[in-house]
């Protein structure tokens, strides 16, 4: 079975995927996959341009996790939506040093559901797990997750609005 753990940048997949791996989960990070996709670089967004289409399509399905940002477009049998709340996901991005426009991008990605909207077009709605992981420990999130694989927990999403945190522009 393959579970896709995707999110908004930010919102926790690297580290919980990490917590997945050592308690001996298979995981492939995207991002050590794309390279043979990378058909430019988008200066203004400060990100590569990746043939997402053709990725997809010559992606060889795992036993396992596949975490990453579009892990939501390959042929999961679960899938994973991490949340950060827009204040939070901010304070995380300025860590990294993200630029204050990628800063912003992504908080109101994450502020519109952008992932999770993106995930429901994609996946049956009983294949979707719905996660919040603000204020919350990897360890925390990866016992949730391997409960929802399990069967433990049902598929739930659509409860998060963090629509309060969009920044109206003039």
Same mark, same amino acid.
Request: proline residues 5%; glycine residues 8%.
């Given at each position: 079975?393959?579970?896709?753990?995707?999110?908004? /940048?930010?919102?926790?997949?690297?580290?919980?995927?990490? &917590?997945?791996? @050592?308690?001996?989960?298979?995981?492939?990070?995207? %991002?050590? %996959?794309?390279?043979?996709?990378?058909?430019?670089?988008?200066? &203004?967004?400060?990100?590569?341009?990746?043939?997402?289409?053709?990725?997809?399509?010559?992606?060889?399905?795992? +036993?396992? $996790?596949?975490?990453?940002? $579009?892990?939501?477009?390959? /042929?999961?049998?679960?899938?994973?939506?991490?949340?950060?709340?827009?204040?939070?996901?901010?304070?995380?991005?300025?860590?990294?040093?993200?630029?204050?426009?990628?800063?912003? @991008?992504?908080?109101?990605?994450?502020?519109? +559901?952008?992932?999770?909207?993106?995930?429901?077009?994609?996946?049956? /709605?009983?294949?979707?797990?719905?996660?919040?992981?603000?204020?919350?420990?990897?360890?925390?999130?990866?016992?949730?997750? &391997?409960?929802?694989?399990?069967?433990?927990?049902?598929?739930?999403?659509?409860?998060?609005?963090?629509?309060?945190?969009?920044?109206?522009? /003039?």
């Amino acid at each position: 079975m393959m579970c896709g753990i995707t999110g908004t /940048p930010g919102t926790g997949k690297s580290m919980i995927s990490d &917590e997945l791996a @050592e308690r001996g989960h298979r995981v492939v990070h995207i %991002t050590d %996959t794309v390279g043979p996709y990378v058909v430019g670089d988008d200066e &203004e967004r400060n990100a590569q341009v990746i043939d997402v289409d053709r990725w997809v399509e010559e992606f060889k399905p795992v +036993d396992g $996790f596949v975490e990453g940002h $579009f892990a939501h477009l390959l /042929p999961c049998d679960r899938i994973v939506v991490l949340r950060c709340r827009p204040d939070e996901l901010k304070t995380r991005l300025a860590r990294r040093k993200y630029r204050k426009e990628k800063i912003r @991008e992504n908080a109101e990605a994450e502020a519109l +559901d952008s992932c999770l909207i993106e995930t429901v077009e994609e996946h049956d /709605p009983s294949h979707i797990f719905e996660l919040d992981t603000t204020g919350r420990n990897a360890a925390y999130c990866a016992d949730r997750i &391997e409960q929802f694989v399990n069967g433990a927990i049902p598929a739930d999403f659509g409860h998060i609005d963090w629509s309060e945190y969009l920044e109206i522009q /003039p």
